[in-house]
């Protein structure tokens, strides 16, 4: 068994050297859980990889935050992911773009439910290869 460096799984590359990962290539990354869009230079993968911890993090305050309002644990993911979609209906329904209001209340600081891709990300650069269970 091996130790977890404190860097970046891989070696990412810049300039679009992604397109010329073979099929079989990229169907072993994407099996390892990455996508070709997680190549490029260090700062860019830094800039996608902060994305997903700060997506992450706010998903993990406001499940902090509900457990601290009484919401039973087993309950807490159901009721943010509920309290996201109303969210998410009131703002389409006043008149945002459905294609970008989730980006938008994570810009304002609103839980949006990260993927597994973003979490598995969020773990990227870290130093820590940890798995969650929220």
């Not at 943010?80 to 109303?86: F, I």
Request: with cysteine; proline share 7%; aromatic share 6%.
């Amino acid at each position: 068994m091996t130790t977890p460096a404190p860097h970046t799984p891989i070696n990412f590359v810049k300039g679009g050297a992604s397109l010329f990962f073979s099929a079989r290539c990229v169907q072993l990354l994407a099996k390892a859980g990455y996508l070709p869009d997680d190549f490029g230079t260090y700062a860019q993968v830094q800039k996608r990889n902060k994305s997903a911890k700060d997506k992450v993090q706010t998903w993990q305050d406001a499940r902090a935050q509900a457990l601290e309002d009484g919401v039973p644990p087993d309950q807490v993911d159901d009721h943010l992911r509920r309290q996201h979609a109303e969210e998410r209906d009131r703002r389409i329904e006043a008149g945002a773009s459905e294609a970008d209001v989730d980006r938008q209340m994570q810009a304002d600081g609103q839980p949006v439910p990260p993927s597994q891709h973003e979490r598995f990300l969020a773990e990227c650069q870290s130093g820590a290869a940890k798995s969650s269970s929220s």
